[in-house]
């Protein structure tokens, strides 16, 4: 059933699969990370890249739930108090038709946080797909060398 209310933010009604999906397939990919990968690194390297992983992990979700709860629409006293005090200009207003309402700075409506990305709420987003994209790369790269490092163990059968 469609609201025609103004929706606040990531957590309001109509809620979105996408939402939930993707934080349990990245919890899923980070728990199997220390339970399945980070107890076969033997190297003196464990403790830093444990200690890198479990900030990523928490930068992640912190901004994540920032992006996802903070309402990004326009309130036009704010709008005003942010550039007398910063004289930067006003960004440029859209409405967004899913959430029934203007946001500066608009630029786009995330289903995976199922709220409007506008002004107000784009640095958490941009520290999360940054610490995010991090995070899976380096995720890639401990997996390569893992595999390289198991390849390497395995006796050669010769024929
Ligand atoms: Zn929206």
Same mark, same amino acid.
């Not at 309130?75 to 038709?97: G, L, M, S």
């Not at 289903?111 to 958490?124: H, I, M, R």
């Given at each position: 059933?469609?609201?025609?209310?103004?929706?606040?933010?990531?957590?309001?009604?109509?809620?979105?699969?996408?939402? !939930? !999906?993707?934080? #349990?397939? +990245?919890?899923?990919?980070?728990?199997?990370?220390?339970?399945? #990968?980070?107890?076969?690194?033997?190297?003196?390297?464990?403790?830093?890249?444990?200690?890198?992983?479990? #900030?990523?992990?928490?930068?992640?979700?912190?901004?994540? +739930?920032?992006?996802?709860?903070?309402?990004?629409?326009?309130?036009?006293?704010?709008?005003? !108090? *942010? +550039? +007398?005090?910063?004289?930067?200009?006003?960004?440029?207003?859209?409405?967004?038709?899913?959430?029934?309402?203007? *946001?500066?700075?608009?630029?786009?409506?995330? *289903?995976?946080?199922?709220?409007?990305?506008?002004?107000?709420?784009?640095?958490? !987003?941009?520290?999360?797909?940054?610490?995010?994209?991090?995070?899976?790369?380096?995720?890639?790269?401990?997996? *390569?060398?893992?595999?390289?490092?198991?390849?390497?163990?395995?006796?050669?059968?010769?024929?």
């Amino acid at each position: 059933m469609h609201s025609n209310a103004r929706r606040t933010n990531g957590f309001d009604r109509p809620l979105r699969c996408e939402q !939930f !999906f993707v934080l #349990v397939v +990245y919890i899923c990919v980070v728990t199997g990370y220390f339970l399945l #990968v980070d107890s076969f690194i033997f190297s003196k390297a464990r403790v830093a890249l444990t200690i890198v992983n479990v #900030v990523l992990t928490i930068v992640v979700l912190v901004c994540w +739930y920032a992006a996802a709860s903070i309402d990004p629409g326009s309130d036009e006293t704010d709008a005003a !108090f *942010v +550039y +007398y005090c910063t004289r930067r200009p006003i960004p440029p207003k859209k409405f967004c038709k899913l959430c029934l309402k203007d *946001v500066h700075g608009m630029d786009h409506h995330c *289903v995976w946080l199922n709220n409007c990305v506008g002004a107000k709420n784009y640095q958490p !987003f941009f520290l999360l797909t940054w610490s995010g994209t991090v995070q899976m790369l380096l995720h890639t790269v401990i997996g *390569v060398f893992l595999t390289q490092e198991l390849a390497a163990e395995q006796p050669v059968i010769d024929r």
